[in-house]
């Protein structure tokens, strides 16, 4: 009897341990954040807006870095606190990654706008495209964070209504 006991033992043990493991979630990543989503739709329509604005304002004082210097200086402030909060998140390094790449890359747009004082049709299309790419890529993994959490809180429910 003991040596049956013996053997049993761990086989109950590790199936103790399974079940305990399947029935916690473990995350590997942040889960999705409304307020990130839509503070960095904010930033993509004003960033669409600043190109836009340049777009039309071609070589004229209107293009010139000085007279678009608060738009860099909003944008990065902004970015600033999206990274901060993200940064503060578990797991969230996927995308504090993302909001970081965004951040660099409207510095460098910044730096050469002021150096250049004014950017031309091509500079801007070229950073329009560039900063599109890291927008597409922020929302591609939010979007996918959103669907994860939402079949996540399915299944959850599925299972709450299947003990009922």
Request: hydrophobic share 40%.
């Given at each position: ?38 503070a ?7 960033t ?5 604005k ?6 004229t ?10 738009y ?7 970015l ?18 993302e ?16 150096r ?5 049709a ?6 329009r495209?560039s ?12 979007l ?13 429910a ?7």
């Amino acid at each position: 009897m003991k040596q049956k006991l013996r053997k049993s033992l761990p086989i109950f043990l590790a199936s103790v341990t399974l079940i305990a493991l399947t029935a916690c979630q473990v995350h590997f990543i942040a889960p999705y954040d409304q307020k990130l989503d839509t503070a960095m739709t904010t930033v993509q329509g004003d960033t669409e807006a600043f190109f836009i604005k340049l777009q039309g304002a071609g070589q004229t004082d209107a293009g010139d870095y000085d007279a678009n210097k608060h738009y860099y200086q909003q944008t990065e402030a902004t970015l600033r606190t999206l990274l901060t909060r993200a940064q503060a998140t578990p797991n969230s390094a996927k995308v504090a990654d993302e909001i970081d790449k965004l951040e660099k890359n409207v510095e460098l747009i910044q730096q050469m706008h002021e150096r250049d004082k004014s950017l031309n049709a091509a500079n801007i299309q070229g950073d329009r495209d560039s900063m599109e790419i890291g927008f597409r890529a922020f929302f591609t993994l939010e979007l996918g964070l959103k669907t994860s959490t939402a079949g996540s809180k399915t299944a959850a429910a599925g299972k709450a209504q299947a003990r009922k």
